[in-house]
């Protein structure tokens, strides 16, 4: 069983930046393909970014390609996104997820094995 924890959400103004972090245990991360959703109220789930075992391959959604990037830190079990210039519509509740069968994540929800509880990013205009 893998546990995912996230952190690092809060308030911040349009065109600033927030990092969020997940620490994950219960499994070698390094065989963990990892990724990151969120939700607005009253919309549909969305793909955020997902990044493969070995880190080098990375994917994200088309909102946030160009100004979100996702890392991971296999020696802190951590996966991280940065998030630069932020928008209002960026407010969401951003969830950690991770796949233990493949090496890289695909980009719908029920692809992945385990979920966080979810972290508020609320963006200010």
């Known amino acids: 069983q893998v546990q995912l924890v996230e952190s690092g959400g809060g308030l911040v103004q349009a065109g600033g930046s927030l990092r969020l972090s997940c620490a994950a245990s219960?499994?070698?991360?390094?065989?963990?393909?990892m990724g990151w959703f969120r939700q607005a109220p009253g919309k549909e789930r969305e793909f955020v970014a997902a990044i493969s075992w070995s880190g080098r391959n990375t994917n994200y959604g088309d909102s946030v390609r160009g100004r979100f990037t996702i890392v991971r830190d296999d020696a802190k079990n951590t996966v991280y996104l940065q998030m630069n210039i932020l928008k209002p519509e960026d407010t969401a509740v951003y969830f950690c997820v991770a796949d233990e069968s493949r090496q890289f994540g695909g980009t719908s929800w029920g692809e992945f094995d385990y979920w966080g509880q979810g972290t508020q990013v609320t963006v200010s205009s």
């Open positions: 219960g499994r070698t991360f390094s065989t963990l393909a």
